[in-house]
């Protein structure tokens, strides 16, 4: 059997020599898709130290299961998930510890947003494509971590309703009312730093 | 507007909404003028989201990032499924589980019945025997059934101890518990068959 090429070897292959116990072939995986699972820890966590800690557990898990892995996905997408699981999980927990924030209360209790008048927002009409993102990016981290986490998750990771109140254990209704709210507040922010950009 | 036709109307746009909603909501947009402003905002928002995520590149080096992975792998590599040693196999060590109460009821019953026959004493076969064969006449009332003898006993309990491993099996091998990120043992599988 040849000996795999592993810088030049295709995610695939490297998958299935580590599943049978070779470290190298995983550590090239962690290497090409670090940035990629870090990324998405530090989009859900808003924290540098803590996106570095679950995405290293991220990895760490996904040796430990790798042989549970039956290739139906790409691994990046299944490494993705576990990454959100941790994520998520880390948030719970953190979240245990703090009291409601504001935005969970405002969804029970009806909210600004659903009095608010629709607000007509368009963002790409003179923007950078990069700009934009570091826009969004700045609204992003004023966002709750349940209205962040829903958005990350429908609109980044391009999961169903069904998957998110799966992943955030809570029903479809509130996924759906968590996105409607945690939209409509995006768009708020967004236009507010329009308004400061432009002032 | 009520506040279901605003959710019902992110979510025909987001393409979740069922068939025959779908054409309510889509007249809805066309004739009503804040279901097609709403609409309007959020595909706005939907547009702008698009473009993706600011990208967040990590500093730490490949060596370094990598040697941190690894002596995490190295520090929970010594579990094993099996901490301890199996003194008889699974299927008879099953069936032992029930075999030896069983076994011992019965040579306890046996030894009692044995012991009302030989008794001399007038009183003592007349109670001592109908409450020791109570429960084999009347196995319904058993609190147990292991009065019953050990065949019985296997035949009830049998199904039962296979459904629990089947049980734990499918939990990870579906594993469609991807909403339980806090049991490590349910994540890659859920991910295992993404819907989308």
Known sequence: ?199 | MKQEDRLKIQAWLDGELAPQESARIADLIDNDLEAKELADDLRAIQKALEVGEKQTVLEDSREFYWSQVERQIEAEEPITENTQPELVSGSLGNALRWLIPVGSLAAISALMLNFDSINTTPDLPKTGGSKIENPQTNPINSPSGLAEGAGTVMEEESPATPEVGVFSFEGTQNGGNFASPEDPNTLPESIENPER
């Open chain 1, 1 to 199: 059997m040849a000996k795999l090429d592993i810088p030049n070897a295709a995610d695939d292959e490297l998958v299935r020599s580590a599943q049978k116990g070779n470290m190298a072939p995983y550590e090239e995986l962690v290497h090409r898709h670090r940035d990629k699972i870090y990324a998405r820890a530090f989009s859900m966590l808003r924290n540098e130290e803590e996106a570095l800690d679950v995405s290293q557990e991220a990895w760490v898990k996904g040796w430990q299961r790798l042989k549970q892995f039956q290739h139906n996905s790409s691994f990046t997408t299944w490494m993705t998930r576990i990454c959100i699981n941790l994520c998520l999980d880390f948030l719970r927990k953190r979240q245990r510890q703090q009291t409601d924030s504001l935005d969970q209360m405002e969804e029970e209790t009806g909210g600004v947003e659903r009095r608010m008048e629709a607000e007509d927002y368009n963002p790409t009409e003179e923007m950078e494509r990069s700009e934009l993102r570091k826009e969004i990016d700045a609204a992003m981290e004023k966002l709750s971590y349940e209205h962040r986490t829903v958005l990350v998750l429908h609109e980044f990771e391009r999961m169903e309703y069904k998957e998110i109140a799966k992943s955030m254990q809570c029903s479809i209704g509130t996924v759906m009312s968590r996105l409607f709210y945690a939209r409509r507040r995006l768009a708020k922010i967004l236009i507010s730093l329009k308004k400061e950009r432009q002032s």
